[in-house]
T-cell receptor, first 115, second 113 residues
Framework: AQTVTQSQPEMSVQEAETVTLSCTYD???????LFWYKQPPSRQMILVIR????KQQNATENRFSVNFQKAAKSFSLKISDSQLGDTAMYFC????WGDGNKLVFGAGTILRVKS | DAGVTQSPTHLIKTRGQQVTLRCSPK?????VSWYQQALGQGPQFIFQ???????QRGNFPDRFSGHQFPNYSSELNVNALLLGDSALYLC????????????FGSGTQLSVL
């Protein structure tokens, strides 16, 4: 079974600064994907970034990048040049082929960007 | 191109009642998954439908059931509602075999009084 743990219930950052959200996961398999989703007050679940476990290179999407440490089972999200619109709940999630083909989510981290 | 649409957006029911939530997948998608998101928690997988059959199921009681129609749209039914069923219900669609590329709807907020 998969588990995903986000140990930071809340984080805050000043506008234009950098913040890192932490995530650890537990799976014994090799073929999986990891994700960060953003959920603003609109409740829409928005994909921020995706990482294939077989790729050693860390994924990046504009101001968003990850630090994927496979051996440590760690998958942190770095947001650079934080913007007020980044204020949201952020979820880390894993997807394991063969394990029900479902996403397993962490409990989430509330990120507040302050002006 | 419409994304995943869910209806209704909000719903209020009383304990013991039954509820039906609806989802239309993104154009071109044939697989629908349902998730329950309790307040302050991450979504939890309920079940997945493909070719009008339930393919996978999470740890939810039989009070939760679903259906998929030939046009790939789906319904989630919950019988004998409990207070603990109050949550945001998210629908997600994908192409079968590409479950890592999920698109989510905005959800239905269910309140059970």
């Amino acid at each position: 079974a998969q588990t995903v743990t986000q140990s930071q219930p809340e984080m805050s950052v000043q506008e234009a600064e950098t913040v890192t959200l932490s995530c650890t996961y537990d799976t014994s398999e090799n073929n999986y994907y990891l994700f960060w989703y953003k959920q603003p007050p609109s409740r829409q679940m928005i994909l921020v970034i995706r990482q294939e476990a077989y790729k050693q290179q860390n994924a990046t999407e504009n101001r968003f990048s990850v630090n994927f440490q496979k051996a440590a089972k760690s998958f942190s999200l770095k947001i650079s040049d934080s913007q007020l619109g980044d204020t949201a709940m952020y979820f880390c999630a894993s997807y394991l082929w063969g394990d029900g083909n479902k996403l397993v989510f962490g409990a989430g981290t509330i990120l507040r960007v302050k002006s | 191109d419409a994304g995943v649409t869910q209806s209704p957006t909000h719903l209020i029911k009383t304990r013991g009642q039954q509820v039906t939530l609806r989802c239309s997948p993104k154009s071109g998608h044939d697989t629908v998954s349902w998730y329950q998101q309790a307040l302050g928690q991450g979504p939890q997988f309920i079940f997945q439908y493909y070719e009008e059959e339930e393919r996978q199921r999470g740890n939810f009681p039989d009070r939760f059931s679903g259906h998929q129609f030939p046009n790939y749209s789906s319904e989630l039914n919950v019988n004998a509602l409990l207070l603990g069923d109050s949550a945001l219900y998210l629908c997600a669609s994908s192409l079968y075999g590409f479950g890592e590329k999920l698109f989510f709807g905005s959800g239905t907020q269910l309140s059970v009084l």
